[in-house]
Nanobody
Framework: QGQLVDSGGGLVQPGGSLRLSCAAS????????MNWVRQAPGKGLEWVSS????????SYADSVKGRFTISRDNAKNMLYLQMNSLKSEDTAVYYC????WGQGTQVTVSS
């Protein structure tokens, strides 16, 4: 049974940075197209970013382009999301998702 475990969320001031991590197990992570998806309070799911299995191609929502960077380490079965220049509107629960979904990690951007 595959599993994804998200971590790295927290409270950060506007303009700050966080790095989210997602640990994969129980499936062939290195062959899996992976995503970060978020859900802000009272809103639906929003796609944030995707990365191909080899890490060579990435894509981003316009709302995070230039501020967030997705990456992966297939040797460690890890997915990352580096978030810089955070804004209050980035406050959400962030999920890594592929074949499976992580449990989510809360990111709160507030002064």
């Amino acid at each position: 049974q595959g599993q994804l475990v998200d971590s790295g969320g927290g409270l950060v001031q506007p303009g700050g940075s966080l790095r989210l991590s997602c640990a994969a197990s129980g499936f062939t992570f290195s062959s899996t197209y992976m995503n970060w998806v978020r859900q802000a309070p009272g809103k639906g799911l929003e796609w944030v970013s995707s990365i191909y299995s080899d890490g060579m191609s990435t894509s981003y929502a316009d709302s995070v382009k230039g501020r967030f960077t997705i990456s992966r380490d297939n040797a460690k079965n890890m997915l990352y999301l580096q978030m810089n220049s955070l804004k209050s509107e980035d406050t959400a629960v962030y999920y890594c998702a592929g074949i499976y979904w992580g449990q989510g990690t809360q990111v709160t951007v507030s002064s």
